[in-house]
Nanobody
């Protein structure tokens, strides 16, 4: 079955970097696109970045553009989120997600529809 497992979260100082991994099983990355989301306590989940199944096009939320980079390793069937210049407001549980319509533009967003399978999440804490 489709399964996503996030890893790589932890505690980092402001301005630091962290790389998250999303290991996929039950499908290959040319079948489903992958998105990264985050959710802070008391806040709604928000889309962060996604990468398409077709040619690996990438999309980012404005809040992380220029700081985060999404990539994939097809041999490892893993998607990564490289997070640089981290800010306290980046603190959240980060999830990867996938589905038939993942990373599909809808109403101006690549994070609105198509995410049917979710990982367990990994905690990212940015604090001094």
């Amino acid at each position: 079955q489709v399964q996503l497992v996030e890893s790589g979260g932890g505690l980092v100082q402001p301005g630091g970097s962290l790389r998250l991994s999303c290991a996929a099983s039950g499908f290959t990355l040319d079948v489903y696109s992958i998105g990264w989301f985050r959710q802070a306590p008391g806040k709604e989940r928000e889309g962060v970045s996604c990468i398409t199944k077709s040619v690996g096009s990438t999309y980012y939320a404005d809040s992380v553009k220029g700081r985060f980079t999404i990539s994939r390793d097809t041999a490892e069937n893993t998607v990564y989120l490289q997070m640089n210049s981290l800010k306290p407001e980046d603190t959240a549980v980060y999830y990867c997600a996938t589905g038939a319509w993942a990373c599909t533009s809808y109403s101006g967003s690549y994070f609105r529809i198509g995410y049917d399978y979710w990982g367990q999440g990994t905690q990212v804490t940015v604090s001094s």
